[in-house]
Protein backbone atom coordinates (compact mmCIF):
# COMPACT_ATOMS: atom_id res chain seq x y z
CA UNK A 1 0.00 0.00 0.00
CA UNK A 2 1.10 3.55 -1.04
CA UNK A 3 -0.71 5.65 0.72
CA UNK A 4 -1.37 4.43 3.78
CA UNK A 5 -1.22 7.32 6.10
CA UNK A 6 -2.72 10.67 5.69
CA UNK A 7 -2.28 14.57 7.14
CA UNK A 8 -4.49 16.74 8.69
CA UNK A 9 -4.01 20.20 9.66
CA UNK A 10 -6.69 21.87 12.53
CA UNK A 11 -6.77 25.64 11.75
CA UNK A 12 -8.19 27.17 14.75
CA UNK A 13 -8.60 30.29 16.74
CA UNK A 14 -5.79 30.69 18.78
CA UNK A 15 -3.62 27.01 17.94
CA UNK A 16 -2.98 25.27 14.75
CA UNK A 17 -2.93 21.05 15.09
CA UNK A 18 -0.64 19.57 12.56
CA UNK A 19 -1.38 15.80 12.37
CA UNK A 20 -0.34 12.42 10.97
CA UNK A 21 -2.20 9.46 11.38
CA UNK A 22 -2.99 5.98 9.56
CA UNK A 23 -6.24 5.47 7.55
CA UNK A 24 -7.55 3.63 10.65
CA UNK A 25 -7.46 7.18 12.60
CA UNK A 26 -4.28 6.14 14.80
CA UNK A 27 -2.71 9.71 15.33
CA UNK A 28 1.37 8.67 14.79
CA UNK A 29 2.29 12.69 15.31
CA UNK A 30 0.93 15.72 16.71
CA UNK A 31 2.56 19.15 16.25
CA UNK A 32 1.01 22.56 17.84
CA UNK A 33 1.23 25.84 15.95
CA UNK A 34 0.09 29.22 17.63
CA UNK A 35 -2.28 30.87 15.78
CA UNK A 36 -0.58 34.20 14.69
CA UNK A 37 -0.77 36.27 12.00
CA UNK A 38 -0.58 33.73 8.57
CA UNK A 39 2.66 34.76 7.79
CA UNK A 40 3.94 33.11 10.82
CA UNK A 41 1.94 30.54 11.62
CA UNK A 42 1.39 29.12 7.67
CA UNK A 43 5.26 28.60 7.09
CA UNK A 44 5.93 27.23 10.67
CA UNK A 45 2.84 24.48 9.62
CA UNK A 46 4.50 23.81 6.47
CA UNK A 47 7.48 23.29 7.82
CA UNK A 48 5.84 20.09 10.05
CA UNK A 49 4.39 19.27 6.63
CA UNK A 50 7.31 19.26 4.34
CA UNK A 51 9.18 17.26 7.05
CA UNK A 52 6.69 14.48 7.44
CA UNK A 53 6.02 14.31 3.30
CA UNK A 54 9.95 14.57 3.06
CA UNK A 55 10.47 11.72 5.30
CA UNK A 56 9.49 9.34 2.42
CA UNK A 57 6.33 8.97 3.74
CA UNK A 58 3.20 7.11 1.84
CA UNK A 59 0.83 9.81 2.70
CA UNK A 60 -2.10 9.89 0.48
CA UNK A 61 -4.02 12.88 0.99
CA UNK A 62 -4.11 16.32 3.02
CA UNK A 63 -6.96 17.45 5.27
CA UNK A 64 -7.76 20.56 6.64
CA UNK A 65 -10.77 21.43 8.40
CA UNK A 66 -10.29 25.08 9.10
CA UNK A 67 -11.97 28.17 10.94
CA UNK A 68 -14.88 29.49 9.35
CA UNK A 69 -16.09 31.28 7.12
CA UNK A 70 -13.78 29.59 4.58
CA UNK A 71 -14.82 28.73 0.77
CA UNK A 72 -15.39 24.86 0.80
CA UNK A 73 -17.25 24.84 -2.57
CA UNK A 74 -15.31 23.15 -4.93
CA UNK A 75 -16.90 25.14 -8.08
CA UNK A 76 -15.78 28.23 -6.91
CA UNK A 77 -12.74 30.34 -7.83
CA UNK A 78 -12.35 31.20 -4.37
CA UNK A 79 -12.54 27.26 -2.96
CA UNK A 80 -9.99 27.14 -0.19
CA UNK A 81 -9.82 30.83 0.87
CA UNK A 82 -10.63 32.25 4.36
CA UNK A 83 -13.41 34.68 4.22
CA UNK A 84 -14.44 38.18 6.25
CA UNK A 85 -12.91 37.26 9.95
CA UNK A 86 -12.25 39.44 12.34
CA UNK A 87 -8.94 37.01 13.07
CA UNK A 88 -6.37 39.73 12.13
CA UNK A 89 -4.63 39.23 8.63
CA UNK A 90 -6.83 36.03 8.12
CA UNK A 91 -8.94 37.08 5.66
CA UNK A 92 -8.38 36.52 2.17
CA UNK A 93 -5.31 33.92 2.96
CA UNK A 94 -5.31 30.85 0.34
CA UNK A 95 -4.86 28.36 3.39
CA UNK A 96 -5.35 25.36 0.91
CA UNK A 97 -3.60 26.10 -1.69
CA UNK A 98 -0.44 27.62 0.81
CA UNK A 99 -0.44 24.47 2.59
CA UNK A 100 -0.98 21.99 -0.11
CA UNK A 101 1.47 23.82 -2.29
CA UNK A 102 4.40 21.16 -3.44
CA UNK A 103 2.80 18.16 -1.34
CA UNK A 104 1.67 16.61 -4.53
CA UNK A 105 -1.70 14.68 -3.09
CA UNK A 106 -5.07 15.65 -2.98
CA UNK A 107 -6.98 17.93 -0.55
CA UNK A 108 -9.89 17.46 1.54
CA UNK A 109 -11.47 21.24 3.22
CA UNK A 110 -13.95 21.32 5.38
CA UNK A 111 -14.82 23.54 8.79
CA UNK A 112 -13.41 22.61 11.75
CA UNK A 113 -16.60 21.48 13.37
CA UNK A 114 -17.55 19.16 10.24
CA UNK A 115 -13.95 17.80 10.11
CA UNK A 116 -15.13 16.69 14.00
CA UNK A 117 -17.94 15.85 12.75
CA UNK A 118 -16.81 13.34 10.49
CA UNK A 119 -14.41 11.68 12.90
CA UNK A 120 -16.96 11.18 15.43
CA UNK A 121 -19.14 9.12 12.62
CA UNK A 122 -15.45 7.30 11.39
CA UNK A 123 -14.12 6.65 15.03
CA UNK A 124 -16.53 7.97 17.43
CA UNK A 125 -19.81 7.79 19.44
CA UNK A 126 -21.49 8.50 15.88
CA UNK A 127 -20.40 4.96 14.47
CA UNK A 128 -23.47 3.64 12.18
CA UNK A 129 -25.10 7.27 12.24
CA UNK A 130 -25.59 8.88 8.70
CA UNK A 131 -28.12 11.95 10.41
CA UNK A 132 -26.89 13.51 13.31
CA UNK A 133 -25.95 16.59 14.50
CA UNK A 134 -22.27 17.56 16.89
CA UNK A 135 -22.65 20.63 18.37
CA UNK A 136 -19.59 22.36 20.33
CA UNK A 137 -20.29 25.16 22.74
CA UNK A 138 -16.91 26.53 23.21
CA UNK A 139 -15.05 29.99 22.33
CA UNK A 140 -18.03 29.88 19.62
CA UNK A 141 -21.31 27.75 18.67
CA UNK A 142 -20.61 25.51 15.99
CA UNK A 143 -22.71 22.86 14.65
CA UNK A 144 -22.06 19.63 11.90
CA UNK A 145 -25.06 18.71 11.16
CA UNK A 146 -24.70 15.55 9.05
CA UNK A 147 -27.57 14.23 6.82
CA UNK A 148 -26.54 10.74 4.40
CA UNK A 149 -22.87 11.15 6.03
CA UNK A 150 -22.55 14.15 4.86
CA UNK A 151 -22.08 17.42 6.41
CA UNK A 152 -24.97 19.74 4.89
CA UNK A 153 -23.55 22.68 2.61
CA UNK A 154 -24.73 24.84 -0.47
CA UNK A 155 -23.13 27.47 -1.51
CA UNK A 156 -20.61 27.44 1.35
CA UNK A 157 -20.61 25.60 4.99
CA UNK A 158 -23.64 26.12 7.32
CA UNK A 159 -23.53 28.41 10.33
CA UNK A 160 -26.07 27.31 12.99
CA UNK A 161 -24.56 28.41 15.95
CA UNK A 162 -25.54 32.00 14.74
CA UNK A 163 -29.07 30.91 14.28
CA UNK A 164 -31.85 33.68 15.59
CA UNK A 165 -34.10 32.34 18.52
CA UNK A 166 -36.97 32.56 20.87
CA UNK A 167 -35.63 33.60 24.13
CA UNK A 168 -36.35 33.71 27.66
CA UNK A 169 -39.40 35.87 28.24
CA UNK A 170 -38.30 39.02 29.82
CA UNK A 171 -34.85 38.42 29.37
CA UNK A 172 -33.49 41.59 27.39
CA UNK A 173 -29.62 41.43 27.65
CA UNK A 174 -28.86 42.45 24.14
CA UNK A 175 -25.85 39.26 23.46
CA UNK A 176 -22.29 39.41 22.81
CA UNK A 177 -22.25 38.81 18.90
CA UNK A 178 -20.96 41.64 16.90
CA UNK A 179 -22.87 40.70 14.17
CA UNK A 180 -26.34 39.55 15.41
CA UNK A 181 -25.95 40.25 18.86
CA UNK A 182 -28.51 37.57 20.61
CA UNK A 183 -27.78 34.98 18.06
CA UNK A 184 -27.17 31.42 19.78
CA UNK A 185 -23.46 31.89 19.83
CA UNK A 186 -24.04 35.28 21.45
CA UNK A 187 -26.16 34.14 24.33
CA UNK A 188 -24.52 30.78 24.66
CA UNK A 189 -20.58 30.36 23.74
CA UNK A 190 -17.91 31.20 26.08
CA UNK A 191 -17.55 34.56 26.15
CA UNK A 192 -21.12 35.43 26.14
CA UNK A 193 -21.39 34.01 29.39
CA UNK A 194 -18.37 35.69 30.82
CA UNK A 195 -19.46 39.11 29.52
CA UNK A 196 -23.23 38.57 30.49
CA UNK A 197 -22.19 37.30 34.37
CA UNK A 198 -18.78 39.71 34.63
CA UNK A 199 -17.01 36.65 36.04
CA UNK A 200 -14.94 34.02 34.83
CA UNK A 201 -17.06 30.88 33.91
CA UNK A 202 -14.76 28.90 35.74
CA UNK A 203 -16.46 31.17 39.22
CA UNK A 204 -20.33 30.77 38.69
CA UNK A 205 -22.13 28.53 40.64
CA UNK A 206 -23.30 25.38 39.27
CA UNK A 207 -26.90 26.54 40.19
CA UNK A 208 -26.40 29.96 39.22
CA UNK A 209 -29.63 31.39 37.10
CA UNK A 210 -27.61 31.74 33.74
CA UNK A 211 -27.13 28.07 33.08
CA UNK A 212 -31.21 28.06 32.60
CA UNK A 213 -30.24 31.07 30.36
CA UNK A 214 -27.60 29.97 28.38
CA UNK A 215 -29.20 25.99 27.85
CA UNK A 216 -32.24 27.45 26.86
CA UNK A 217 -30.73 29.44 23.76
CA UNK A 218 -29.33 26.02 23.21
CA UNK A 219 -32.02 24.10 23.41
CA UNK A 220 -33.82 26.58 21.09
CA UNK A 221 -30.99 25.83 18.83
CA UNK A 222 -32.01 21.92 19.35
CA UNK A 223 -35.81 22.69 18.27
CA UNK A 224 -34.65 24.14 15.05
CA UNK A 225 -32.15 21.64 14.49
CA UNK A 226 -34.37 18.69 15.15
CA UNK A 227 -37.52 20.01 13.19
CA UNK A 228 -34.52 20.72 10.40
CA UNK A 229 -33.00 17.51 10.02
CA UNK A 230 -34.11 14.78 12.54
CA UNK A 231 -31.09 13.65 13.72
CA UNK A 232 -30.61 10.59 15.01
CA UNK A 233 -28.31 11.62 17.97
CA UNK A 234 -27.06 15.13 19.29
CA UNK A 235 -24.09 15.61 20.46
CA UNK A 236 -22.92 18.18 22.55
CA UNK A 237 -19.25 18.53 23.22
CA UNK A 238 -16.69 22.06 23.29
CA UNK A 239 -15.54 23.37 26.40
CA UNK A 240 -18.70 24.96 27.92
CA UNK A 241 -20.12 21.67 28.06
CA UNK A 242 -17.25 19.91 29.43
CA UNK A 243 -16.77 22.19 32.36
CA UNK A 244 -20.89 22.59 32.71
CA UNK A 245 -22.39 19.13 32.77
CA UNK A 246 -25.34 20.59 34.38
CA UNK A 247 -26.12 21.87 31.47
CA UNK A 248 -27.19 18.29 29.60
CA UNK A 249 -30.35 18.37 32.09
CA UNK A 250 -31.17 21.69 31.42
CA UNK A 251 -30.80 21.15 27.89
CA UNK A 252 -32.98 18.30 27.39
CA UNK A 253 -35.95 19.77 29.25
CA UNK A 254 -36.08 22.72 27.47
CA UNK A 255 -35.65 20.75 24.31
CA UNK A 256 -38.52 18.63 25.35
CA UNK A 257 -40.59 21.60 26.36
CA UNK A 258 -40.06 23.66 23.49
CA UNK A 259 -41.04 20.49 20.64
CA UNK A 260 -44.20 20.12 23.10
CA UNK A 261 -44.81 16.54 21.83
CA UNK A 262 -44.54 17.88 18.61
CA UNK A 263 -42.16 15.55 17.30
CA UNK A 264 -42.04 12.11 18.44
CA UNK A 265 -39.43 9.22 17.79
CA UNK A 266 -38.48 6.80 19.47
CA UNK A 267 -34.90 8.47 19.55
CA UNK A 268 -36.28 11.65 20.86
CA UNK A 269 -38.11 10.05 23.75
CA UNK A 270 -34.75 8.53 25.05
CA UNK A 271 -33.99 11.90 25.30
CA UNK A 272 -30.67 10.75 27.67
CA UNK A 273 -29.11 9.19 24.98
CA UNK A 274 -30.25 11.61 22.27
CA UNK A 275 -28.75 14.50 23.55
CA UNK A 276 -25.37 13.32 25.10
CA UNK A 277 -21.46 13.81 25.30
CA UNK A 278 -19.40 13.09 22.13
CA UNK A 279 -17.24 10.11 21.84
CA UNK A 280 -13.62 10.87 20.70
CA UNK A 281 -13.28 13.72 23.58
CA UNK A 282 -10.01 16.09 22.99
CA UNK A 283 -9.26 13.83 19.95
CA UNK A 284 -12.27 14.91 17.45
CA UNK A 285 -10.71 18.40 16.28
CA UNK A 286 -7.16 16.88 15.46
CA UNK A 287 -9.23 13.57 13.94
CA UNK A 288 -11.47 16.28 12.12
CA UNK A 289 -9.01 16.68 9.11
CA UNK A 290 -7.63 13.23 9.32
CA UNK A 291 -11.59 12.16 8.74
CA UNK A 292 -12.01 14.56 5.37
CA UNK A 293 -8.79 13.15 3.96
CA UNK A 294 -9.38 9.49 4.24
CA UNK A 295 -13.19 10.53 2.82
CA UNK A 296 -12.04 13.36 0.21
CA UNK A 297 -15.62 13.85 -0.95
CA UNK A 298 -15.40 14.68 -4.64
CA UNK A 299 -16.89 18.07 -3.78
CA UNK A 300 -14.04 19.37 -2.05
CA UNK A 301 -11.13 17.89 -3.24
CA UNK A 302 -8.62 19.33 -5.66
CA UNK A 303 -5.52 18.17 -6.58
CA UNK A 304 -2.81 20.33 -6.37
CA UNK A 305 0.41 20.41 -8.92
CA UNK A 306 3.81 19.41 -7.08
CA UNK A 307 5.93 22.65 -7.34
CA UNK A 308 8.88 22.12 -10.27
P1 LIG B 1 -12.44 26.44 21.30
O1 LIG B 1 -13.90 26.71 21.23
O2 LIG B 1 -11.62 27.67 21.56
O3 LIG B 1 -11.93 25.63 20.14
P2 LIG B 1 -13.03 24.75 23.58
O4 LIG B 1 -14.13 23.99 22.95
O5 LIG B 1 -12.08 23.99 24.44
O6 LIG B 1 -12.12 25.52 22.55
O7 LIG B 1 -13.70 25.88 24.45
C1 LIG B 1 -12.93 26.82 25.14
C2 LIG B 1 -13.88 27.80 25.74
O8 LIG B 1 -14.62 27.21 26.81
C3 LIG B 1 -13.22 29.00 26.36
O9 LIG B 1 -13.07 30.03 25.41
C4 LIG B 1 -14.19 29.43 27.42
O10 LIG B 1 -15.08 30.38 26.85
C5 LIG B 1 -14.99 28.19 27.74
N1 LIG B 1 -14.68 27.70 29.09
C6 LIG B 1 -13.48 27.36 29.59
N2 LIG B 1 -13.59 26.98 30.88
C7 LIG B 1 -14.91 27.08 31.21
C8 LIG B 1 -15.67 26.84 32.39
N3 LIG B 1 -15.11 26.40 33.52
N4 LIG B 1 -17.01 27.05 32.33
C9 LIG B 1 -17.59 27.48 31.19
N5 LIG B 1 -16.91 27.74 30.06
C10 LIG B 1 -15.60 27.54 30.07
ZN1 LIG C 1 -24.09 35.65 15.51
Redesign the pocket.
Known sequence: MTDSMLAGVEL???KCVCVLATRAGEILAEERVDTLAPEITLPQIKQVLARWFGAGRPIGGLGIASFGPVDIDGASPRWGHIGQTPKPGWAGIAVAQELGEGLGVPIALDT?VNGAALAELRWGAAAGLEDFAYV?????V?VGLIVGGKPIAGFGHSELGHMRIARVPGDTWPGSCPYHGDCVEGLA???A??QRSGM???L?AADDPIWHLVGHAIAQMLHNIVLTATPRRIFL????M???PQLFPIIRRELQASLAGYVSSPELDRIDDYVTAPGLGTRA?PLGPIALAAALAPQAVRQVIPAA
Do not use: C, L, W
Open positions: GGTDTIGTGGAGPIVRASIGGGVAAQG
